[in-house]
């Protein structure tokens, strides 16, 4: 089913009333994604392999106008410049400029070109060269009302600066599409970690979007997607290790309960040389929740001892809790460092469960502690100690609610 | 008086397997008792059956401690009670640290919250015992441990726990005699007139450590024969096949 007239219109004008006041490179690149909304379809289950699982085809776009009642809550550490779209200046205006829609093309699919095509509260983290940011950057977003939601990050780092990055995404009851996108650019020597946690409403469906193009040498990225609350948290996630000696750590976690549905498309793309790549993502699911990771790891001609690894671990916590897990290794030279990938599911385990108890533990707290050393490996990998703390506050808070 | 394990013609089985086949045991306060046998006699399904291990059936007969039937119990209730098993293969578990697993474990044993400085005391007090590293106890439980680590882990949570009844399961097997003297010793130091012990093992050799008063001979599920310490030096001395060629003679 390709749009109808009645979405077309929609969404061509809308996209022209939000870009009224655009810049010209702008206005360009909305005016070729609002076309390409509406020549593209919606992403295939069964041509497109992430969506495998997830049926985007039944959304019927004209419930979700792009009102944008979305409100942003920035902090920021000295020497770190976070501006949003419309209000950048100077060289972080050019950046943005030269940024913006690279990285996660329009043409993706039809959930990108929309998100151009409509996109107002676009951020720039612009982190000059030799800076090293005292405190994380803070990011919350937090939509009201039935809408279609386009949030965009870009992060873009100068030659050998450090900055972390935590952005939140929350939203209330109504029914909402959200179409987050984020884009990384980390410059040569440099370090970003970017920590993503999903904490949207009962009715919310999030189809994410980030790519981190590590085209500089010795680029380091580390990323970490919390997924706590949301009807249908998917997210589509490339790491392009195109410098030399670029490195991307990629984890993931979600705590389901309920009929939550998570679902992660990651792709680990070696394409320089001594390039290194590794994902953790785990999920531990209760009642009928659901997960699904894909993930493709490619070490390309050119990328010469390339030292890759992916791991997925499902915990299935009832009977009537899934998770499809796919590891994929596509090896294109044989001068690989390690190329490596696992992948389980299960629930916990009875032997672990038997030990605890003969040391008077009751079967509900031993299962509560596996569950808890599970999940908090994933968190364990982040290096700072306050956000590890923070990070496994809000865990907690979820299992314990859950 | 009571005794404070009483086994009873018990039997139990594993899928379709019967293992046990009318085992009868009574141990008294104060008691250390030995259990040798070969392989496959059934040592360990004993450990597991008597902790209430759920991949065991239990087909006949009864398990009383202090008195009381204990079948119906989970394995937590029987710990609460007073039960151990220092297994023959301790569990990794990644993500749980020995600290914070024993004092979830000393909590649930005590039926209440105990203070974390009489807690932090006893441990330090109990690794000294054992001469463990005061590293180990942040160490997840049993994960990447030597074998002699995982048996030191073992005893560490048995004299912190103080249980009336403990059951060792091939304690002696992956250590060194250093290590071994050194977890002999511990349970020797822990072991009190109102405490009873069940060492089961393959050797001999745990034996000239820990002195048991009573000895037997577990063969295809049943106690073959009970004695005194020298029916362990005889089957040192004569080997399990000559034992069990003696038995079909007889």
Redesign the interface.
């Known amino acids: 089913m390709t749009s109808t007239t009645e979405e077309r219109l929609s969404v061509a004008a809308q996209s022209r009333e939000l870009g009224a006041s655009d810049p010209a490179w702008l206005a360009r690149l909305r005016g070729e994604a609002a076309r390409l909304a509406d020549t593209l379809d919606w992403p295939d289950s069964y041509q497109s392999r992430p969506w495998k699982y997830c049926n985007a085809r039944g959304i019927d776009l004209a419930r979700y106008p792009a009102e944008h009642d979305e409100g942003i809550a920035v902090e920021a550490p000295e020497g770190v410049t976070v501006t949003t779209l419309g209000f950048a200046e100077g060289a972080t205006d050019e950046r943005l400029a030269a940024a913006l829609g690279t990285a996660v093309a329009p043409g993706t699919d039809r959930f990108t070109a929309l998100h151009y095509a409509l996109i107002r509260d676009g951020l720039i983290v612009d982190v000059p060269a030799n800076t090293e940011a005292a405190s994380p950057v803070r990011i919350r977003r937090t939509v009201s009302g039935q809408q279609f939601a386009a949030p965009h990050t870009v992060i873009v780092t100068g030659p050998n600066s450090r900055v972390t990055v935590v952005e939140e995404y929350s939203s209330d009851g109504a029914d909402i599409l959200a179409v987050p996108v984020a884009e990384v650019f980390p410059g040569p020597g440099s370090e970003v970690r970017y920590y993503v946690v999903h904490r949207w409403g009962p009715s919310t469906r999030s189809f994410g979007y980030q790519r981190m193009l590590g085209a500089e040498r010795d680029a380091t990225f580390q990323n970490l997607q919390l997924v706590l609350s949301g009807r249908v948290v998917k997210g589509q996630l490339e790491s392009s290790l195109l410098g030399r000696g670029a490195a991307s750590e990629l984890l993931g976690l979600a705590y389901g309960c309920g009929e939550e549905y998570v679902d992660f498309f990651t792709l680990q793309d070696h394409i320089g040389p001594d390039t290194r790549s590794d994902l953790l993502y785990k999920a531990a699911l209760r009642d009928a929740a659901r997960s699904v990771y894909y993930g493709l790891t490619r070490v390309g001609l050119e990328a010469k001892n390339a030292d890759a690894n992916q791991e997925n671990r499902n915990l299935l916590l009832s009977k009537t809790a899934r998770a499809d897990s796919d590891p994929v290794l596509e090896i294109l030279t044989s001068n690989v460092i390690r190329a490596s990938h696992g992948a389980t599911a299960g629930p916990v ?4 469960l ?10 509900p ?2 299962e509560a ?2 569950v ?3 999940l ?2 994933v968190i364990g990998r982040v290096p700072d100690a306050a956000l590890r703390e923070e990070l496994l506050g809000l865990l907690d808070a979820k299992v314990r609610g859950a | 008086m009571t005794a404070l394990l009483e086994i009873r013609d018990l039997r139990a089985a594993i899928g379709e397997k019967e293992i046990l086949k009318g085992l009868n045991l009574t141990i008294n306060a104060g008691e250390v008792h030995a259990i040798m046998g070969p392989n496959g006699s059934g040592k360990s399904t004993l450990a597991n059956v008597l902790m209430g291990n759920p991949a065991y059936q239990v087909t006949g007969g009864d398990i009383l401690f202090k008195g009381e039937s204990v079948l119906d119990l989970s394995p937590d209730e029987r710990a609460r009670r007073g039960l151990f098993l220092a297994f023959q293969y301790p569990v990794p578990i990644p993500g749980v640290t020995l600290v914070n697993f024993l004092r979830q474990a000393v909590n649930a044993v005590r039926g209440e919250e105990v203070p974390i400085r009489e807690f932090r005391e006893k441990l330090f007090s109990k690794m000294e015992l054992l001469k463990v590293d005061p590293d180990f106890a942040r160490r997840y439980v049993n994960d990447g441990f030597s074998g002699g680590e995982k048996k030191r882990a073992e005893m560490l949570q048995m004299a912190v726990l103080e249980p009336a009844m403990a059951i060792l399961d091939e304690t002696d097997s992956g250590l060194d005699i250093d290590a071994l003297r050194t977890v002999a010793e511990a349970v020797n130091k822990l072991m009190n007139p109102s405490m009873g012990l069940l060492l089961i093992t393959h050797y001999q050799r745990l034996l000239n450590y820990i002195r048991p008063q009573f000895v037997h001979v577990l063969v295809d599920g049943r106690i073959a024969r009970s004695g005194g310490p020298e029916l362990a030096e005889y089957l040192e001395a004569r080997g399990y096949d000559e034992f069990l060629a003696e038995l079909a003679r007889a």
Request: glycine fraction near 4%; avoid cysteine; proline fraction near 4%.
């Open positions: 385990d009875e032997e672990q038997f030990y605890l108890q003969t040391r008077g533990i009751p079967r707290a031993a502690m596996l808890w050393a599970f908090e490996e």
